[in-house]
């Protein structure tokens, strides 16, 4: 039998499993199709939208009811905050946004003026773990074992942003400790004292691990990764509406519309037009999770959606009651002529007062309509502007407020009104193509001239051809972005083994036969007296200062990049790059001791925000259970991995050594 042959993905097209859900119309018609939907789509036909609001109406009431649905927890204080945190940022703890390398500190004010020309921030996720998680025993939690740490998350909350740790289900392959992820997560969370915990690859967690997160007080917020069970909408107080794909005109999410109080965050973390993604929550009034350093890599906003989410957070933000008391009324009815050129608009109606959230057509780079809007405005009632410049952007968002005749103006309508006239959405979009990051600066060693030990290996200098090989992960490698306006990277395109050919030029240098030894890094720290900054993790297999009897020739382990820099200059070396250290190892007479390690390498590089370097040769330890783990056990000399640099001793890993080079003469 003849088996039929897949069609290829489209890797920049939504899955069918991300579309959105159509509302059956029929009379009578079973509308638990709804209860799994991603988004609710829009009807084809605006002739259909009165039914389509009543069909709505009937889910809501019959999922409730079928569920037993108790929205109390949305009333209790510990987590109210969730519902009008509607700009999150997700953030790597060691992002130059937040981390002064500089000053080795952490800077809760430097990461919220790094966000400020989006609205600013009201939450903000520390991601820690992936993608350096794997490259030793270590596992999610002993990453967030940083000093200084508990202080910035401290200083978030003084400055009114709350804080989410990330949970990775997925991290089964590492230490393991005898208690489970649900007390190790609970612990974390009173440690560092954050409010929220986001379910990475997770709709909603699992019954321990909620009944151990409920018994904390404050209770933690949970925030679950796309579809959320409707079930579970009762404890989990947000999800990230990540690889949502919309009807044409804006339909509605079926978690926001089922508990008004849910605060969902739109994202595609590798788009660089993120208008679709701003219509949809606009509309819904939902929130955004900004991802501009996605696991390392820049993806930069472009200056149209950064003007568009700040206006959205302003009128959020004085408008609040609207969107979590108001009656929200979808795909509301507008003017005859507006609806024929695509705008569509939520109505949220409060005290007699309307906000209208409007959405233009799909179209980007279309004309803005500039019609009538509204149908019906009372005589004597007033329409002000509060988002952007009275008409609707071609595939952007507008905002109205009307006040009719009778109606008391909100205290905040004026300001808002005055804050969107100093900072109006563009009507039309600018020329303007995506924004390009800047490309990663290689930070070059300096010639280093010192006497090379007896054995070193001398690759022959001269350009040479070398191979490489990585695994193609979300961090790439030396690509600038990997998946950039991929709808959501998945195998074979994601984790898989990727090879290429680099033309190399090499200088001539003497690379250690063998790593530095406990016993060479004793007697460097007996002559220098050299002291980190942060002792965190420093020689961790020592005992007392010293290598433990028997292992003086095994290799140093607990160092981090400075640390090794430190010892190399003090030799009158330094540490080898990538290629060296290749060209080298295919060399006779180069060797490795045991236990294999890692090996830090001269190939730093930034960009900013991100600090990488390369490491080389594998080690003795491997992570198992999860491909989101670093590639471990024994590599060849050609494999590769793009491993982001911390601090605050966190880098300095088991797993991870160092040998030292010379330049046997002056580069050009």
């Not at 540490?575 to 006779?588: F, H, K, V, Y």
């Amino acid at each position: 039998m003849t088996l039929p042959v897949e069609a290829p993905r489209d890797p920049y097209a939504p899955r069918p499993i991300d579309l959105p859900t159509p509302v059956p119309l029929e009379p009578g018609a079973d509308l638990s199709v709804l209860d799994e939907a991603k988004i609710i789509a829009a009807p084809d036909d605006p002739g259909d939208r009165p039914a389509w609001r009543a069909a709505l109406q009937r889910w809501r009431e019959e999922a409730r009811g079928r569920i037993g649905y108790d929205g109390s927890l949305y009333d209790a204080g510990d987590g109210r905050w969730a519902a009008t945190a509607w700009n999150v940022a997700l953030v790597w703890l060691w992002d130059e946004v937040v981390r002064d390398w500089g000053g080795e500190c952490f800077d809760a004010d430097r990461l919220l003026a790094a966000y400020d020309d989006l609205g600013g921030l009201d939450a903000v996720v520390l991601w820690h773990a992936y993608p350096v998680i794997g490259v030793d025993p270590r596992n999610q939690f002993d990453w967030y074992d940083v000093p200084g740490l508990q202080d910035l998350v401290t200083g978030l909350q003084a400055r009114g942003v709350r804080v989410f740790l990330d949970y990775n289900p997925w991290d089964v392959g590492t230490r393991r400790t005898g208690r489970s992820d649900a007390q190790q997560l609970a612990e974390t969370v009173t440690r560092l004292g954050a409010d929220g915990v986001f379910l990475d690859t997770l709709k909603q967690g699992d019954p321990g691990l909620l009944d151990t997160l409920a018994q904390l007080r404050p209770r933690p917020v949970l925030e679950g990764e796309s579809r959320v069970p409707l079930a579970r909408i009762t404890d989990h107080q947000a999800s990230w509406a990540q690889w949502f794909a919309d009807s044409p005109v804006p339909g509605v999410l079926r978690a926001r519309w089922f508990e008004q109080r849910h605060m969902m965050h739109h994202t595609r973390r590798w788009n660089r037009d993120h208008g679709a993604e701003l219509r949809s929550a606009w509309v819904n009034g939902a929130g955004v999770l900004v991802w501009d350093v996605v696991f390392g890599v820049r993806v930069d906003w472009q200056p149209r959606d950064r003007a568009a989410l700040r206006a959205m957070r302003r009128v959020q933000r004085h408008a609040e009651a609207h969107f979590l008391r108001g009656e929200w009324e979808p795909l509301a009815e507008l003017h005859p002529d507006a609806t024929v050129a695509g705008v569509a608009a939520s109505c949220w109606r409060l005290d007699g007062v309307e906000l209208w959230t409007l959405a233009g057509s799909g179209e980007r780079d279309g004309t803005a309509y500039d019609g009538p809007l509204l149908v019906d405005a009372p005589e004597g009632g007033a329409v002000h502007v509060v988002l952007g410049d009275g008409t609707v952007p071609s595939g952007g968002i507008a905002g109205l407020v009307r006040v009719p005749a009778g109606a008391s103006a909100p205290g905040w309508l004026g300001t808002l009104v005055a804050e969107n006239a100093a900072d109006p959405v563009p009507s039309a979009a600018p020329a303007e193509g995506p924004v390009t990051p800047p490309s990663p600066q290689r930070v070059l060693p300096a010639p280093a001239l010192g006497v090379a030990p007896a054995g070193a290996v001398r690759p022959t200098p001269g350009e040479r051809r070398l191979a490489v090989r990585w695994r193609h992960r979300e961090t790439g490698l030396y690509e600038a972005a990997p998946f950039v306006d991929d709808w959501k990277p998945l195998p074979p395109r994601l984790h898989q083994l990727r090879e290429d050919t680099r033309v190399v030029r090499l200088g001539a240098v003497a690379v250690d036969a063998v790593e530095v030894s406990n016993a060479d890094f004793a007697r460097f720290l007996a002559a220098s007296g050299h002291r980190p900054h942060t002792a965190h993790r420093f020689l961790a297999h020592w005992r007392d200062g010293v290598p433990e009897p028997g292992t003086a020739d095994e290799p140093v382990r607990y160092v981090d990049l400075d640390d090794a820099r430190a010892y190399a200059r003090w030799r009158g070396a330094r540490l080898p790059t990538e290629d060296e250290w290749q060209a080298a190892a295919e060399e006779p007479g180069f060797r490795r001791a045991e236990p294999l390690v890692w090996q830090w390498t001269e190939s730093e590089h930034r960009d900013g925000r991100t600090r990488w370097s390369v490491l080389k040769g594998g080690s003795s330890f491997a992570a198992t259970g999860s491909d989101w783990y670093v590639d471990g056990g024994p590599q060849e000399p050609e494999w590769s991995v793009r491993f982001l640099l911390t601090q605050a001793g966190t880098g300095r890993s088991e797993c991870i050594g160092f040998r030292c080079v010379v330049d046997l003469e002056e580069r050009a």
